[in-house]
């Protein structure tokens, strides 16, 4: 009969120190035994108990320092300042849409604010009057112009980080109206 290779141990210890240090606890044991006529018991140390994980929010989804919190519609809004410009980071929800959430805050049958940013994460539909429907998903570039309906997409809450001027914003940034390409 052919004999098997000798294969090599591992991933038994994680440290020589800690194998030295349980041969040496076993040793003394065992002469401490030997000495007085008693049976060799060998100690082991403890077991830790593993320390409970806790989930830790992402980044993206923790305060924003030096910013103003506020709540509208269900939206979760932060708001700071950079130069002339409002820096805002807004959290839809699951579930979101601007006709039902926002509509009865504003007034308006539409939003007729301009949103200029980044869709840092989750995937958002925005309807025009028209009923051009446009789609993003996350990471993109987003350019809305005032006069649309909005919502989420899907079972994750959508993280868009905007830039703007605000009743200023379509303005200052050529956003006045939808357009199709082409037209």
């Known amino acids: 009969m052919a004999k098997r290779p000798a294969t090599k141990k591992t991933g038994t210890r994680a440290s020589g120190r ?32 593993a320390k409970p994980r806790v989930a830790r929010p992402a980044p993206l989804f923790q305060p924003v320092t030096g910013a103003e919190l506020r709540n509208i519609g269900h939206v979760q809004l932060e708001v700071g300042r950079a130069g002339a410009a409002r820096v805002k980071r807004m959290i839809y929800p699951p579930g979101f849409h601007w006709a039902a959430d926002m509509k009865p805050v504003t007034g308006t049958d539409l939003c007729m604010h301009a949103h200029v940013g980044f869709l840092a994460h989750g995937e958002i539909h925005i309807e025009y009057a028209d009923g051009c ?7 993109q570039i987003v350019e809305i112009a005032p006069g649309h309906d909005g919502w989420v997409v899907g079972r994750e809450p959508v993280v868009l980080i905007e830039i703007d001027f605000e009743r200023q914003t379509a303005e200052k940034l050529g956003l006045i109206e939808h357009r199709h390409e082409g037209r």
């Open 18 to 49: 800690k194998t030295a240090a349980r041969r040496a606890v076993k040793k003394s044991t065992r002469t401490s035994a030997k000495a007085s006529g008693a049976r060799a018991t060998v100690r082991r140390p403890k077991a830790r108990a």
């Open 133 to 139: 429907v446009v789609e993003f998903r996350a990471p």
